[in-house]
């Protein structure tokens, strides 16, 4: 399977842990994007990278959601104490021009 | 900020019919926008996409028409079939901000056998 491949597929946490979720983009692909789902809604952008570099934050993100694409291949999503506001689905896509691609999503509950 | 929306949450249609789901948008400067389906527990999928330059564009099945006029966006499904139930999103970028996609809250099709 050479789509976007996210794990892990479902967590379940209690408040105030932290969790991390991760990444592997297509290939080729040099952007990879962050986005954040709820129950009913569309996809909410977090933050983007180009290669390394992570070049767009939502202000959405706040300072406990840090993310990292350290050789610009996969990348990982850590939420540190977390909330019960944090249960989503957290969604990856990367793409090289044009449309994105999506994983299958991580689904985030906290208790 | 941009605003994309669609006109309805709910969309029944019977197998067989044509499907039209609409989607608004308010930043004229949005040049490039995609379709998405999203089936329960999966991630988006692409289904057609479209540049300003264009008013419309046909896939198999399916068919986007965009009205830059009236920054209204539709996708029309032909001879719906089950398999095309799911949550449909527009999603918008423009050149000026082409770090991010835009996207509506959704509308649900469900399709009647």
């Known amino acids: 399977d050479t789509g976007v491949s996210q794990n892990p597929r479902h967590k379940i946490t209690k408040r105030g842990q932290n969790v991390t979720f991760r990444c592997d983009p297509i290939s080729e692909h040099n952007r990879l994007y962050w986005y954040r789902q709820t129950l009913g809604q569309g996809p909410e952008f977090l933050t983007y990278?180009?290669?390394?570099?992570?070049?767009?934050k939502s202000r959405l993100l706040s300072d406990r959601f840090s993310a990292e694409r350290p050789k610009g291949s996969f990348s990982t999503l850590e939420i540190q104490r977390t909330e019960q506001g944090d249960s989503a689905m957290y969604l990856c896509?990367?793409?090289?021009?044009?449309?994105?691609?999506f994983g299958e999503g991580s689904r985030l509950t906290v208790l | 900020g941009e605003s994309v929306g669609l006109h309805l949450p709910t969309l029944s249609v019977q197998e067989g019919d044509n499907s039209i789901i609409n989607c608004a948008y308010s930043n004229s400067a949005s040049d490039y926008f995609i379709w998405y389906k999203q089936e329960s527990g999966k991630g988006p999928q692409f289904i057609i996409d479209?540049?300003?330059?264009?008013d419309k564009r046909q896939g198999q099945r399916v068919t986007v028409l965009l009205n830059k006029t009236v920054k209204h966006l539709s996708l029309q499904i032909a001879a719906t079939q089950p398999g095309d139930s799911a949550v449909y999103f527009c999603a918008e970028n423009s050149q000026d901000n082409f770090n991010k996609f835009y996207f509506g809250s959704g509308t649900k099709l469900n399709v009647k056998p």
């Open positions: 990278f180009q290669n390394e570099a992570q070049l767009e």
């Open positions: 896509a990367s793409s090289f021009h044009g449309e994105l691609f």
């Open positions: 479209i540049r300003s330059n264009m």
